[in-house]
């Protein structure tokens, strides 16, 4: 009789001795939690998550898309990262861009931009900031342009600047038919420029 009383009084004693160890144990885990987050640092946390998981989508490194045009001539797209659009899959934007454009004719057109968008769908392109392009011995410089496959488009426009055996030429915007091979430039400004140039 001594001993079962003896077996529950250590029974009794381990059980006390354990609660109060998960007791302590979830206590000091609260209170580190408090002294490492206050309530306002991490709703501002919880904030960046939601807003990072909700915009972005698949992150792709070093990236190619290389096809065909409308009008036949070829075309490589390369990005060093690229983060596909979560509402439209068919939208992929673009960081460190590079494309060129081989046409049926032989030439080349090469296009750099610091972003840029690609529509895998309609096969239409977006260059955004610090857009160089080269063209037959042309430099030109800009802060956008546009490539339409659809109307075999290049729009370039926003502080435009072109450099050739010519000289140097200000512009507000350039107009590339691909199909036609004919620049159109134009100038909104003071009209300084309107012109047509054929580039055959």
Known sequence: MERKKKLRLIQLSLLIFGTLIVFFTYSSNKISKKTIFSNETQKKIDRELSINTDQKGDVFYNIEYSGLDLAGNRYLLKSNEAINDRLNQNIVKMKTVEAIFYFKDGTILKVWSDKGMYNNQTLDMKFNENVKAIYEGSELFAQKAEYSNSN??????????INDIN???????????????????ASFKNSKINANVNLK
Not at 152 to 161: A, D, R
């Open 167 to 185: 000289g140097t030429m200000y512009a507000d915007k350039l107009f590339f038919d691909i199909k036609k091979q004919t620049l159109n430039i």
């Open 152 to 161: 075999s488009f290049l729009t370039i426009s926003e502080n435009v600047k």
